[in-house]
């Protein structure tokens, strides 16, 4: 029988010790009827209601709520699962203003919202029969008005508190109700007539709120399915 050269046995029981290791033998997630167990795919609707200033800017603040009446939103968050509790991943917010701003005796103005950031949220009791949950978003406020033949956009940046619960309805769907309370400044404006367009810092800068609620629909895997290690 050949022996085999000391360096030889050297690599081979190295390369047994790698394989056999937990850290590296670990398979890969498991799927739950073909969904991957480390992302999920959740969008709400729901209802957000204004409050605060957009600028302080004499000799009249501008009030969110003088101009908004709310929005009716869809938010799509894909997220990325890390461990048991915790997922993070970017959302964007689309939404449908109510104006309350007048531009003639019978027609309100027109307007829009538009919100994009990232989030990193909490589940309490992951594998529970309600998967409760909280969490932090950054984010980016795009508030739009045309009124007569302006087109004015309020920019700035917002942070959000946000909790909800979801159940598993079957499988790999869930849904839920969430809440949320946003709050930010807005520090850029943008106008836009027919003979140009400006850019501007705002001074005066306010703090506003917008208070959210709705459902949330979803798909991902159980939380009681294996995790990857990270």
Not at 43 to 48: H, I, T, V
Not at 136 to 147: E, N, P, Q, R, V
Request: with cysteine.
């Amino acid at each position: 029988m050949q022996t085999l050269s000391r360096p030889t046995a050297q690599v081979l029981v190295l390369l047994s010790l790698f394989v056999s290791s937990p850290v590296f033998a670990e398979e890969l997630p498991e799927q739950e009827g073909g969904f991957p167990t480390w992302l999920a795919l959740s969008a709400r609707g729901g209802y957000f209601m204004p409050g605060g200033r957009m600028e302080n800017t004499p000799p009249e603040p501008v009030y969110l709520y003088e101009v908004y009446k709310g929005l009716f939103s869809v938010i799509l968050e894909p997220t990325v699962r890390i461990g048991s509790h915790v997922e993070v991943g970017p959302w964007a917010q689309f939404s449908y203003a109510q104006m309350r701003m007048q531009c003639s005796e019978n027609h309100a103005c027109k307007g829009g919202n538009f919100r994009f950031g990232l989030q990193g949220n909490y589940h309490w009791i992951p594998s529970g029969p309600v998967d409760v949950w909280s969490g932090l978003a950054l984010g980016y406020d795009k508030a739009s008005i045309t009124a007569l033949s302006a087109d004015v956009t309020y920019s700035g940046p917002d942070i959000t508190l946000q909790a909800g619960g979801d159940k598993n309805f079957g499988g790999n769907f869930w849904a839920g109700l969430f809440i949320s309370g946003t709050g930010g400044w807005y520090d850029t404006l943008d106008v836009k007539l027919p003979t140009g367009a400006g850019s501007e810092s705002i001074r005066e800068r306010s703090f506003h709120l917008w208070i959210g609620f709705g459902v949330r629909i979803r798909l991902a895997a159980p939380r009681g399915s294996p995790q990857p290690s990270i």
